[in-house]
């Protein structure tokens, strides 16, 4: 496979990889990271490509496992500064800026959910993938899929809920 | 109308039962001007859908892995033109030139050490003399010996008498 086949077999999903890798990631830096690596990863495997039935299903599946694999060894670190895990307690003008955008809101309120459900919707809501495109990506059946879509979209809506109606009632 | 479809819309977006088209004509909806006040909270999450669908990985990716080879490579070259170095002199071996100088300094530094080695000879000459004279000291001294039982005798006899 020459590299501009390369580069136009992975155009159409690569915005894709790198969403997912920014939901799970959160920082702008380590998903772009991660989306080169996953990137890198396939361009060296260019000749096995083909005998990959969906090699975008199969992009998503690795950059899940990159993504979580990444965040596990993040965890294991002792106290190490990256861009995520420090915060500023000083509300500083930004996030009050953001504060009020009900729409960072949301990214918020994803950002609260448990991994399994950050992907879920992440495919379904923002990506627009069939449910079993989905399970065949996750390895999951479409069923435990559902459900914890279904879960997820209810806590956004509570979460939402409440801060909309939050100095109302 | 729209209004009841939509509630029984977004009930099944809830249980995640709705299908791609549904969640599109959802998404259509939140993302118009025209949201019914009781659904105003959900805007927000459509919105943000659609929003985070936009964005794009910007970055390129360096795939042109022919380069970091050649990198690997250039070390090992190196390495190679360092042993060539040290090791072809060796096997081409000395010129005449030097091999004629390496004689002449051989034979100045045996003429050298052929002189130092007469000198030692003389030396070990005025040495032997030395010897010499520590044999007559020897000599001399059985022969003291000689006169020191003499002596006893010559009491032992006065005793006698």
């Keep these: 496979m020459k590299q501009a086949d390369f580069v136009s077999l992975v155009m159409p999903f690569k915005d894709k990889v790198f969403r997912l890798a920014k939901r799970l990631l959160v920082s702008r830096e380590e998903a772009e990271d991660a989306t080169q690596e996953i990137l890198l990863k396939l361009w060296k495997n260019n000749k096995k490509i083909g005998d990959y039935k969906n090699v975008e299903a199969f992009s998503m ?103 909309h109606q939050y100095g109302i009632k | 109308m729209v209004l009841n479809n939509i509630k029984t819309l977004i009930e099944k977006y809830n249980n995640a039962e709705t299908s791609l088209q549904e969640e599109a004509q959802l998404k259509a909806y939140f993302n118009g001007d025209h949201v019914a006040p009781e659904f105003e909270h959900y805007k927000p999450m459509f919105i943000y859908f659609s929003k985070s669908k936009q964005e794009q990985y910007t970055k390129d990716v360096p795939l042109n892995s022919k380069k970091t080879k050649l990198y690997q490579w250039i070390s090992v070259a190196a390495v190679a033109v360092l042993m060539l170095g040290l090791i072809v002199p060796s096997f081409m071996g000395p010129t005449e030139e030097e091999k004629q100088e390496a004689l002449m300094v051989y034979n100045q530094t045996m003429e050298a050490f052929s002189l130092i080695s007469l000198g030692m000879n003389e030396g070990k000459t005025q040495l032997s003399s030395l010897a010499l004279v520590g044999e007559n000291i020897k000599e001399g001294a059985q022969q003291a010996s000689k006169l020191s039982q003499f002596s006893i005798m010559t009491n032992k006899i006065l005793k006698n008498n």
């Design chain 1, 61 to 163: 599946t690795m950059t899940k496992n990159f993504c979580l694999d990444r965040l596990k060894s993040r965890q294991a670190q002792n106290l190490k500064i990256v861009h995520n895990n420090y915060t500023d307690n000083n509300a500083s003008l930004q996030h009050q800026v953001e504060a009020k955008d009900s729409v960072d809101w949301v990214s918020k309120i994803m950002e609260e959910l448990p991994e399994q459900q950050k992907i879920i919707v992440q495919l379904r809501d923002i990506e627009e993938y069939d449910f079993s495109e989905i399970a065949k990506m996750l390895d999951m059946n479409e069923t435990a899929i559902r459900v914890n879509l279904s879960r997820a979209r209810k806590t956004i809506r509570e979460k939402l809920t409440n801060t």
